[in-house]
């Protein structure tokens, strides 16, 4: 993948939340402008961006369209340890009757969804 855009209502608040994660997750800062900001790993950068052409109303990933990114995280514990962090800036655990096998028994993750209704989803790489 070359990269990911997500169009954001507020660029401040998707930094605080999305820019946090990403960076945690090794992710560095490849640009910025006046109405956006983007990380890169790799090849690979995510843009969150206040696009002058998006349309009006919130993002709803049940709608066509982006339904959430997936990200690599090491092992349970650092998904642990990340979903704690997340909840200190915003983020809500989804499906937290199910965590962390809510995509079933053999898959660790944590659902994570912002107050702009962007959803992540943390899969654990090892079982440590």
């Given amino acids: 993948m ?21 960076r945690e997750l090794g992710w560095v800062e490849y640009q ?3 109405a956006g900001v983007s990380w890169r790993l790799g090849p690979t ?12 109303g919130p993002h709803e990933r049940t709608r066509p369209g982006l339904n959430h990114l997936a990200l690599h995280v090491g092992g349970v514990e650092a998904v642990e340890a990340l979903v704690v ?4 800036r915003g983020w809500v655990l989804m499906f937290a009757d199910r965590h962390p096998h809510a995509g079933g028994p ?13 959803e992540v989803e943390l899969v654990a790489t090892t079982g440590e």
């Fill in 2 to 22: 070359h990269h990911v855009e997500l169009w954001v209502p507020d660029v401040t608040r998707a930094e605080a939340t999305i820019g946090w994660l990403l």
């Fill in 85 to 88: 962090g997340a909840r200190e």
């Fill in 45 to 56: 950068y995510v843009v969150v961006e206040r696009s002058p052409a998006m349309g009006s």
């Fill in 32 to 34: 910025r402008w006046s």
């Fill in 106 to 118: 053999e898959h660790y993750a944590a659902y994570l969804e912002n107050e702009d209704g962007f």
